[in-house]
């Protein structure tokens, strides 16, 4: 789904100023200046309802979950996997098919460490299929943030598997042209970002997917900057896996969640083991319940879970079409805005089109740090650095940029008082 | 507007070091190389230590009080001195204007003498905006005392002194 085919919006930013005084963060000064939080693509903010919510969790039902029989345990339960339910609707799939993980680097480890376990013969017959070779290739892009790109390096390294990475062009997209060359019937797997954390781009997933499974590959979509700014269908994109976590969408830090399709969920031999995750055990072997719980050992994030919930509540009811509505308009007032400035230079398509709500940019003469700290003494929150994309930096041919990530809480007013922070660093650096 | 916090975190001097970049440029030989890299931001420097031998006169005779007097009968060697620090770098204002700073302060010293300076910066820049008694021995780097309020930026302004520290340890090691 591109931003553009969908209709037009009727929220605008009287909606999101209500929005906005639904977070209490949001309400307060830093250094002096109303704060104006645009780093939402490193973390969002909470709102007083998913506080709320895990607050609640912790007065009213706190219990471990799948076990006892007393009446808190019963309700904790019933509200973790009701949980479940409620975020595996948000994104078009099956409640068994989600996978309570810590983050999305968590999720992404899983399935690679699931995958190393098949290559080393556990998981018996079903597992077959996800044996990965020193003849097999893991195929990743250029763009990848180090979640999506460290783990399939150390899956490559232990299974001797040959990593892959479709290179990007010049503003930052990716040619599918590359892609057919570059996935082949060797492909096991197809780790692919839906939106850049960088670039904004957003990629064109679902031809990434015809292209995968005609080669008899997998593919694994990083969905941490799509699931919470746009409208999701896992189902519908036919991926096999995808991740996100739940801190860059309202809920708290310490959830997130790996989708996988039923059949590969309970083929995939387990990653982390412990209790809560067997049926039979002795002291020679366990046998291994199915998706999802064969995948969450130990005591689980309960009240974490519960509250990413609320959040896919809170979104569900503004509208994922209006949220993603609101963010391009947001991010193309910010694209323009930055764009008419002397020594800016875009990281990625200099177009609105196909892009999400945010920019990364480098500043002639003005290195990303002092750009933050600058920035940080009006009051705005910004992310300066790598953004935990390194090779895509490399790509652009810079260390570190200043990047400005919008969410639906945001204003033109954030979005001005930005560009205008922007518009007088390089003066104040003495470099104009 | 920048606010005078703001104003007083990139003081002139500041500015101008992290554009004059005193010793930047890798200068062949050297006695010990040290490389340096912020993970978090990307800031990474190659710094090397270029000593010359110690003749009592010295390429500086500012060495002061800095607690070497008074040894030179001592040892069969006297100490030999730094001639100049030379580097290649990339990073923000703060980091590279504390590399130049350092360059101009350490030439002359003993490698003694710069570890003292070293560990003297690094207790400022842990005072968070506090300072130390005696700043003096750090001559103009002294300045980098106002980025000791900015806890997030005093890795930037460490990263020189750290790769020094680690050339002064290798040769140390190396003469044990």
């Known amino acids: 789904m591109t931003l553009a085919d969908q209709p037009r919006t009727t929220f605008g930013n009287d909606d999101a100023k209500r929005v906005r005084a639904d977070f209490p963060a949001l309400d307060q000064e830093v250094n002096g200046h109303a704060l ?66 810590s983050n999305a680097t968590e999720a992404i480890n899983l399935v690679a460490y699931g995958l190393s376990n098949a290559s080393l013969g556990r998981g018996g017959p079903e597992a077959d299929a996800l044996r990965l070779t020193a003849d097999s290739e893991i195929v990743i892009t250029e763009g990848e943030h180090h979640s999506n790109l460290v783990p399939w390096q150390e899956l490559a390294a232990r299974t001797g598997a040959t990593l892959r990475a479709i290179p990007l062009q010049d503003d930052g997209t990716l040619s599918l042209d590359d892609a057919e060359r570059l996935v082949t019937d060797r492909t096991a797997i197809v780790a692919v970002t839906h939106v850049s954390n960088v670039t904004g781009v957003i990629n064109p997933i679902a031809e990434l997917v015809e292209i995968a499974h005609r080669h008899g590959a997998l593919l694994l979509l990083d969905a941490c900057q799509s699931a919470p700014h746009m409208p999701l269908d896992l189902h519908a994109l036919d991926v096999d896996f995808a991740v996100f976590s739940g801190h860059k969408m309202l809920a708290p ?32 072997e366990s046998g291994y319940l199915p998706a999802p719980q064969r995948f969450e050992a130990g005591t689980q994030r309960i009240s974490q879970a519960i509250a990413l919930a609320a959040a896919t509540d809170y979104l569900g009811a503004i509208g994922m079409h209006d949220v993603a509505a609101w963010e391009h308009t947001l991010g193309e007032r910010l694209l323009a805005g930055l764009l008419e400035i002397d020594g800016v230079r875009v990281l990625g398509p200099q177009t609105p089109e196909g892009r999400a709500g945010l920019v990364a940019f480098d500043l002639d003469g003005v290195h990303a740090h002092d750009v933050g700290q600058f920035l940080d003494d009006r009051g705005i929150a910004a992310r300066v650095g790598h953004h935990c994309a390194q090779p895509l930096h490399r790509r652009f041919g810079v ?17 001005d008082a930005f560009v205008d922070g922007v518009r007088d660093i390089r003066s104040f650096f003495g470099v104009v | 507007m920048a606010s005078p916090e703001l104003a007083g975190l990139y003081q002139q001097v500041i500015l ?58 001592h040892g069969s060697a006297s100490e030999p001195i730094i001639e100049r620090l030379s580097w290649d770098g990339q990073g923000c204002s703060i980091s590279m204007a504390s590399a130049s700073l350092l360059s101009e302060l350490a030439p002359g010293l003993t490698p003694t003498e710069l570890t003292e300076r070293i560990a003297l910066f690094r207790e400022m820049m842990r005072s968070r905006g506090a300072g130390v008694e005696d700043d003096e021995p750090l001559g103009d780097a002294a ?26 340890q290798q040769v140390t090691a190396g003469r044990a």
């Open chain 1, 253 to 284: 830090t310490g959830i997130g969640a790996l989708y996988g399709r039923r059949a590969l969920l309970n083929a995939l031999p387990p990653f982390l083991t412990g209790g809560s995750m067997i049926t039979t055990v002795t002291l020679e």
């Open chain 1, 36 to 101: 104006v939080y645009l780093d939402s693509g490193a973390t969002s903010q909470k709102p007083r309802a998913v506080l709320d919510v895990e607050r609640h969790y912790y007065e009213r039902q706190n219990a471990a979950v799948h076990r006892g029989a007393h009446t808190l345990a019963a309700l904790a339960t019933e509200s973790y996997e009701q949980a479940r339910h409620t975020v595996a609707t948000f994104v078009g799939v099956d409640d068994d098919e989600i996978v309570w993980t």
């Open chain 1, 399 to 415: 260390t570190a940029s200043t990047r400005a990530s919008t969410y639906v809480y945001n204003t033109f007013e954030d979005v």
């Open chain 2, 16 to 73: 101008d070091h992290s554009k004059l970049r005193k010793g930047s440029g890798l200068v062949d030989g050297g006695v010990a190389e040290s490389h340096q890299l912020n993970p978090t931001c990307g800031d990474e420097i190659t710094l090397r230590l270029h000593l010359v031998e110690g003749s009592g006169s010295g390429l500086g005779s500012d060495s002061g009080n800095a607690g070497t007097a008074g040894d030179g009968t």
């Open chain 2, 143 to 168: 300045v980098l005392e106002s980025v000791s309020k900015y806890i997030a930026r005093v890795k930037c302004a460490m990263l020189a002194w750290v790769a020094a520290e680690d050339t002064v």
